[in-house]
């Protein structure tokens, strides 16, 4: 009960916080700046390997949120709301870098998927430079669709690909990634 | 296919991480907002300025169409007002603008409620007609006519006992003596009109030019109806004495 009470309170906090930084009062754009930026710096992250960069990508992030706080209805949560700006600036830092490229084939896509299980042992970081040796097709399909939740189809129109290269551009990364984790606990634990 | 546990584990883990972002990181976004915010402001201010010139501009032009837009005028005026703007443009002074008023209640007592354009002179005329001429000089007005019409009446009376008398001493009339009764009864109308308008004087000049005038035809037609009904009752006691 009291738990719920705390979460009720925080939501006033963040209601209130949000109608004072739509009248741009710098306070109360600074508390939530504080509030949600270490985790967004973190999904910048995903998808962005260079931490300045991300942090940079971040920023444009948050000066949108700001900018058009106005048009956050309040449906859904306002981390949500933030996160897929957050993505979508991302995604677009990648465009212009030209960074992203996507096999054009279509590769036959295995109803066999392994379903193993991440290995305990992994640290984040470890698993984030996993994540960033993958292709840039592949890292952003498979972020965006294993961690963000997005579907096929989101991606598809987000990315500008058809549903079927995201599904074997998801299917290419997750083996990918498997292998390379695989070979990573071979080598740090000699398991397997 | 859905997220697999695999994917689940991945995200697990990477949720759990936190960034720690720069220490000026905010700075620099604050700076980004303050110059953005300035920017919108100048913008709304020139936005407003715009709109203020464009309303000042449509006011001034809305101003000016209505002024010299030309507004019809509805008044009341008798029928024949319209076939005398020509008289009624000269006219300027007091003393003319009461002819006027004594030709229309003359000439027409039907009146009939017309849309006009009266050119601007006009305005003048009417405002002034408004404005100048008084009640009581209309009242004035009004009793001359009323006079000059019960001298028409008292002629016709005069014009018919003669026909009659002359009827009774030769037992026909001819037409050139009823042109004769008819054109002296006129005269003497004429004569007595003058004399009232000019206060008692007549003068010569207007009496000559009086005489030379045709027969009034309005008169003339009262003196042939009072001899009809005159025929008409005498043939009718005829007939009552007969029966």
């Known amino acids: 009960m009291t738990s719920f009470l705390k979460v009720i309170q925080l939501h006033k906090n963040e209601a209130t916080l949000i109608q004072r930084a739509i009248k741009h009062n710098r306070e109360a754009q600074q508390l939530l700046y504080a509030q949600y930026a270490p985790k967004m710096l973190s999904v910048c992250r995903y998808y962005i390997s260079d931490l300045q960069y991300a942090e940079d990508v971040m920023l444009r992030g948050f000066f949108k949120v700001f900018a058009h706080l106005k048009s956050f209805k309040g449906e859904g949560s306002f981390e949500g709301w933030i996160r897929k700006i957050m993505v979508r600036e991302s995604i677009n830092y990648l465009r212009k870098q030209k960074l992203v490229e996507f096999a054009i084939e279509d590769v036959e896509i295995k109803t066999e998927i392994s379903d193993d299980t991440l290995e305990v042992g992994i640290e984040v970081e470890q698993l984030q430079q996993l994540i960033d040796e993958l292709p840039e097709g592949y ?7 294993a961690i963000e939740g997005y579907k096929h189809q989101e991606i598809a129109t987000l990315l500008k690909i058809s549903v079927s290269t995201s599904k074997s551009q ?19 634990y000699g398991t397997n | 296919m859905g997220q697999t546990e695999f994917d689940k584990d991945i995200k697990g883990k990477l949720e759990q991480r936190l960034l720690k972002p720069s220490e000026h990181s905010w700075d620099k976004l ?35 169409v209505s002024k010299n837009k030309e507004v019809p005028i509805i008044v009341n005026v008798p029928t024949d007002v319209e076939s005398n703007n020509e008289h009624i443009q000269g006219i300027t002074k007091q003393e003319d603008i009461k002819v006027v008023v004594e030709t229309i209640i003359e000439q027409t007592p039907k009146s009939t409620s017309q849309k006009i ?5 006009a305005d003048k005329v009417v405002n002034k007609i408004d404005s100048e001429v008084k009640p009581e000089a209309i009242k004035v007005e009004l009793n001359q006519l009323e006079k000059t019409v019960s001298i028409e009446d008292q002629k016709v009376k005069e014009v018919v ?17 009823i042109e004769m009764l008819l054109l002296e009864a006129q005269r003497s109308i004429h004569a007595q009109k003058i004399m009232q308008q000019s206060s008692g004087m007549a003068s010569a000049d207007v009496l000559l030019m009086e005489v030379e005038t045709e027969l009034d035809q309005s008169f003339r037609n009262k003196v042939f109806e009072a001899i009809k009904s005159s025929f008409g009752t005498v043939k009718t006691a005829v007939v009552q004495r007969n029966n």
């Open chain 1, 139 to 145: 890292k952003m399909v498979f972020i965006m669709y």
């Open chain 1, 170 to 188: 998801l299917f290419k990364a997750r083996k990918l990634l498997q292998e390379r984790i695989k070979h990573l606990n071979k080598t740090s």
């Open chain 2, 30 to 64: 604050s700076n980004d907002l303050k110059a953005i915010e300035a920017k919108n402001k100048k913008t709304n201010l020139k936005r407003m300025l715009v709109a203020a010139a464009v309303i000042a501009a449509l006011f001034v032009v809305y101003f000016n």
């Open chain 2, 117 to 121: 354009t009266l050119p601007k002179n």
């Open chain 2, 161 to 177: 006992a003669q026909i009659n008398e002359l009827k009774k001493l030769n037992k026909e009339v001819t037409d050139e003596e």
